[in-house]
């Protein structure tokens, strides 16, 4: 694990609020898919989590799609490229890659990150990816392009129908009877519960408030599902759980 200064060499808006954020460093080295960083900001002491959507470990860059939330992320947002910010990582243990023949990704909003990363590594090792993505309202449509790179198309909902199918992600995945031997989703906990109950096999990444971000302070424990006197670390443990592993 390292804390590096790390370079900006893009930071654009690609949606409503939501930006693309291209850095380069030596932290890169480490990287597995649905890992996170943890980005300090001027002025706050608790870091912001944010998922390393994507990496390029020969060129040592990595990419983070990111909403603006409140005034860290905002800050983010206001950095140029040249400009450098302090990122500790990787954390978290990230989507195993496992053996399928099909696979299905499925993001919410600012869950869609971590999947890009994912999506590619599954279709190197032959498996077949489907993406499918669900946003608030067309403005909010975001990540199409990083999934196209990869010679994926996703689906694409939207809850008020000005983009793609009308409904959620889950709503689409049955409407469209798109189907995978194994799931992988981040996102919203709504989305997620849907997943749990529409997947048998996968898993699925939580976004939860977090303070240290590398297990020391307890400020992110979830509950085991079966055994209820145990709790996991989402910073540590997680933010991946195997479906049906730990309370949403
Ligand atoms: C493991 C992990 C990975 C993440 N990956 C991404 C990502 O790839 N892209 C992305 O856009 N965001 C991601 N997030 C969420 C991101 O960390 C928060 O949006 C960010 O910390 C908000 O900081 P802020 O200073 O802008 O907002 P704050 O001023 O801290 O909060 C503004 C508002 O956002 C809410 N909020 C803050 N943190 C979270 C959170 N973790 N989840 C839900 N609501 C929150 C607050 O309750 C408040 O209402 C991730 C979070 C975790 C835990
Ligand atoms: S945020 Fe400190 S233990 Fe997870």
Do not use: H
Request: aromatic content about 8%; glycine content about 12%; hydrophobic content about 35%.
């Amino acid at each position: 694990m390292l804390d590096e200064k790390v370079l900006i060499i893009e930071n654009s808006l690609i949606a409503a609020d939501t930006y693309r954020m291209v850095l380069q460093g030596e932290i890169t080295e480490e990287f597995k898919p649905g890992q996170f960083v943890n980005l300090e900001i001027e002025g706050y002491t608790l870091r912001r989590p944010i998922s390393i959507s994507s990496f390029d470990k020969q060129n040592k860059t990595f990419t983070l799609l990111y909403k603006v939330l409140g005034e860290g992320t905002q800050k983010m947002a206001e950095m140029e490229p040249g400009q450098k910010i302090k990122a500790l990582g990787a954390l978290g243990n990230g989507f195993p890659i496992e053996k399928a023949a099909s696979a299905v990704l499925i993001g919410g909003g600012a869950g869609t990150g971590p999947l890009v990363q994912t999506a590619k590594e599954l279709k190197d090792q032959g498996t077949e990816v489907k993406v499918v993505l669900g946003f608030p309202t067309k403005a909010d449509v975001y990540g199409e392009e990083d999934f196209e790179k990869l010679g994926i198309t996703p689906y694409v909902s939207t809850d008020d129908g000005t983009y793609g199918f009308k409904g959620n992600a889950i709503d689409l995945i049955k409407a469209e009877g798109i189907t995978g031997e194994i799931a992988y989703a981040c996102g919203p906990k709504r989305m997620l519960m849907a997943v749990e109950d529409t997947f048998e096999r996968g898993y699925i990444s939580l976004d939860i408030r977090m303070a240290c971000g590398m297990g020391a302070c307890m400020a992110c424990v979830c509950k085991d599902k079966e055994d209820k006197d145990k709790y996991y670390r989402v910073c540590k443990e997680g933010p991946v759980f195997k479906i049906g592993q730990v309370e949403i």
